[in-house]
């Protein structure tokens, strides 16, 4: 959610530098600089068909009384393509603003990623945009990222870490962005019975340092929401974090607090900036 990716609105300067240095030094065994990424080109349907499809979910949710973070607004859609699936979001919150498209097989096994972040009160008219693409579609992770169009872009291959040991030849399974509506795609990927749960190598671009690591997707017991008035799914990644799905595993909340917008009696934020628009095809 929003505050996994707060640090860049939170503090400035010289603070913020030495954030993200020490959080790059962290990681920077995992962040393998390389000399070139493989450019395979935006994954179009092409000859086969259009590009937008038909919409298989969509959502818009925002913080609820109970949630930690406020003001925090988000919006996705899922659509099947002929040439699989594309999800697209985007979380405003005051500080941060988080642009993301995910291209799918059929499957729903991610092939690629883009996400550009925006400070709100930016006063340049990119909006300060960081933006990253990941390509996945060679097995390996690599991430091509420009943070200012006077700066050299930066090439990395991301190696996979965390506590669990990833198996040899292990390709991205699921890909969790900024807010909770990228779980749709991985929950509908398995399918899972009450009870079920899998592993998947997960390439996680919420924070500011993305992670490669092994993750879990459980379908927990189905619950009666008092906030809804009816019963919901419950499915838990990452052993920690739950998120509640409808009968047709279409995320529509979770547990912090994040509830569908309309459900919700208090009027959305003010819209925030969308410095052009989203741009995927041809950036970075």
Known sequence: MAGAVAARGRVGGVAAASLMVLALAACKHKHVPVDAVPELGYPACGDGGQDDGVEVARGRLRAGPASHEQNVV?????????????????????????????????????????????????????????????????????????????????????????????????????????????????????????????????????PMVEKLELGSLERNPD??????????????????????????????????GMRPSSALPTPEPDALPTFGGPDPAHSP
């Open 74 to 206: 988000e919006q996705f859609s899922l659509r099947r393509t002929p040439c699989g699936y594309t999800f697209r979001s985007r979380q405003e919150w005051p500080l941060d603003i988080s642009d993301v498209e995910i291209r799918y097989d059929d499957a729903l096994t991610p092939i690629w990623a883009w996400k550009r972040m925006t400070l709100a009160g930016s006063k340049r008219t990119d909006g300060d945009a960081d933006i990253r693409r990941y390509e996945l579609r060679t097995g390996d992770v690599f991430i091509k990222r420009r943070r200012d169009a006077a700066a050299p872009t930066v090439l990395e291959r991301l190696l996979p870490g965390g506590r669990m040991k990833v198996p040899a030849g292990a390709r991205v399974g699921a890909v969790l962005g900024p807010g909770r509506g990228s779980v749709t795609a991985w929950i509908k990927r398995w399918k899972l019975a009450v009870g079920g749960k899998v592993y998947d190598l997960v390439l996680d671009f919420r």
């Open 223 to 256: 619950q009666f929401e008092p906030s809804y008035g009816r019963s919901v799914r419950v499915y838990t990644f990452f052993g920690q974090e739950s998120v509640f799905a409808d009968d047709d595993d279409v995320v529509i909340g979770d547990l912090a």
